[in-house]
């Protein structure tokens, strides 16, 4: 036999318990929200006692993480150091590093990058500005569509298949002005090419952010900027204008063509 039809043949197999796992970690993915045991076994086709096998060694080595109180489960934070590093390969996470930094550097504000989550906008890079910003927001952090600056950006420019079941949870969830015209902010913000918040995620910072555009037109990245109430980003500032500026230039480099 030769090496070549060997290496083929190996290639053919694997293991079968770790593609059941896979059903597993997809299921806890699709989910916008923790799920229980008997819902993971559902999803993934597995009889309890084998969805429970998997979680608990899923738990074991940080991939899933359970509530101890409600008994729920959810990817863990080595799921999050996984997409990050996933993510690292790709040229957005050079242009997004250089876009925030830049901007800190400039500005002096607290700036932090964002990408779409599997339960929606994610912080993955946080950059401190001067003074630094203590906030309950961390790396890995999740943030509302509809309330957050970044958030509001990747609404605007993303597929609107892709953050309907969200923004549906919102407005269910009263987390969001009931009479908020959901279109009409769509439109504003493809139309300044930017969002602004106060006082919506955190009481008494300011948030803006703008997106790093692909190939398709759409949030590759979004990097925001945060602010003190008393150093309030204004409209049409400098500050803005070079958002706007640097964003575009990294969107360029990833392959956005501007019409």
């Known amino acids: ?14 293991i079968r318990s770790v593609e059941i796992g896979i059903r597993v970690l997809e299921a806890l993915i699709a989910s916008p929200k923790p799920l229980a045991l008997k819902d993971v076994a559902e ?15 899923y738990v074991n080595t940080g991939l899933v993480k359970r509530n101890e109180r409600a008994g729920h489960y959810e990817l863990g934070p080595f799921s999050i150091k996984l997409g990050l590093a996933a993510f690292s390969r ?18 002096n504000l607290t700036g932090l990058v964002s990408i779409w989550g599997d339960h929606g906008p994610t912080i993955i890079r946080w950059t401190h500005g001067s003074p ?7 790396l890995g952090s999740t943030l509302s569509v ?3 600056s970044a958030g509001q950006v990747f609404f605007a420019f993303t597929n609107a298949n892709r953050t309907a079941a969200l923004v549906a ?7 969001v002005q009931p009479d908020l015209d959901v279109e009409a902010l769509r439109l504003k913000i493809r139309q300044d090419g930017y969002s602004m918040v106060s006082d919506l995620v955190v009481p008494g910072l300011n948030a803006i952010s703008a997106p790093i555009l692909n190939k398709a037109g759409e949030a590759a990245a979004v990097i925001g900027l945060i602010s003190r109430g008393g150093n309030k980003i204004r409209r049409n500032s400098k500050t803005v204008q070079r958002l706007l500026d640097v964003t575009r230039t990294a969107s360029t480099h990833i392959g956005f063509v501007e019409k």
């Open 43 to 57: 999803r993934s086709d597995l009889s309890r006692s084998q969805a429970h096998r998997y979680l608990s060694a």
């Open 1 to 14: 036999m030769s090496s070549e039809s060997g290496s083929q043949r190996s290639e053919s197999k694997s």
């Open 169 to 175: 949870a919102e407005r269910a969830n009263a987390t």
């Open 146 to 148: 509809l309330s957050s």
């Open 90 to 107: 790709h040229d957005i996470d050079d242009e997004s590093k250089w876009a925030v930094e830049t901007l800190v550097d400039e500005t």
């Open 132 to 138: 630094p910003i203590a906030t309950s927001l961390s």
